[in-house]
């Protein structure tokens, strides 16, 4: 027999998995229209704002899918049981958003981009800014190894090397950015509870 809080966490449990499944079938049908969903600068100028969410989660080709979701369940084995439904919202939702508006902002050169590459580097950099003061010291090591890496990507950019999987143009910045928004996300979810108790104190000296 199951205590309370063993059925809470069982059920859980099972609900992320069926939403991982369900996720896994939309993200497989989103393949199929990927031309009227991937970041394309011009139509987004003309008004297919669509297009800054939808791109992540299209992909050049199934080799291509394959490797990032092949990342999505690692990560998803990672923090099952660390995500709440306030992390998986901002992973999915805004992440997306923050990255592509970065990059129409910041990159006016790029004209296309497709792929949850950038999503991921955002959701691991969340997740160890966050979980490497309060959890293990493995994400505080998984922090400096993402950074690691997107930092000699962005260096090797800049020295005019460049990375293609399979005839297609990886596109490194989307990396960074999301190494960014992701760790600066994940700074402002973890200090939270720090600046509401001062405020809280300072408003209450009052």
């Known amino acids: 027999m199951l205590w309370p809080e063993e ?8 609900a992320k998995n069926i939403g991982l499944v369900l996720f896994v079938l939309c993200w497989i049908g ?16 003309s008004g297919q704002l669509w297009r800054l969410w939808t791109g992540h989660f299209v992909h050049s080709h199934w080799l291509h899918f394959s490797l990032n979701g ?39 050169y790029l004209a296309w981009y497709n792929g949850l590459s950038g999503v991921l580097h955002a959701v691991v950099g969340y997740a160890c800014i966050r979980f490497a003061f309060t959890r293990s010291g ?11 890496k997107v930092l000699l990507e962005l260096l090797q950019h800049y020295q005019g090397y460049s990375y293609e999987l399979a005839g297609m143009m990886v596109i490194t ?14 700074l402002v979810v973890l200090l939270k509870p720090c600046l509401e108790k001062q405020y809280t104190a300072m408003t209450g000296l009052r």
């Open 138 to 148: 493995w994400y505080g090591l998984g922090f400096f190894i993402l950074w690691g």
């Open 30 to 45: 989103l393949q199929y229209g990927a031309a009227a969903l991937e970041f394309d600068r011009q139509r987004i100028l």
């Open 173 to 186: 910045q989307a990396h960074f950015i999301g190494a960014v928004v992701g760790t600066l996300i994940g």
């Open 7 to 14: 059925r809470v966490v069982l059920l859980s449990k099972r």
């Open 70 to 108: 092949a990342a999505v369940l690692a990560l998803y084995v990672i923090f099952i049981e660390r995500f709440r439904v306030s992390d998986v919202l901002l992973s999915m939702l805004l992440f997306p958003l923050v990255i592509s508006c970065t990059l129409l902002i910041f990159y006016p």
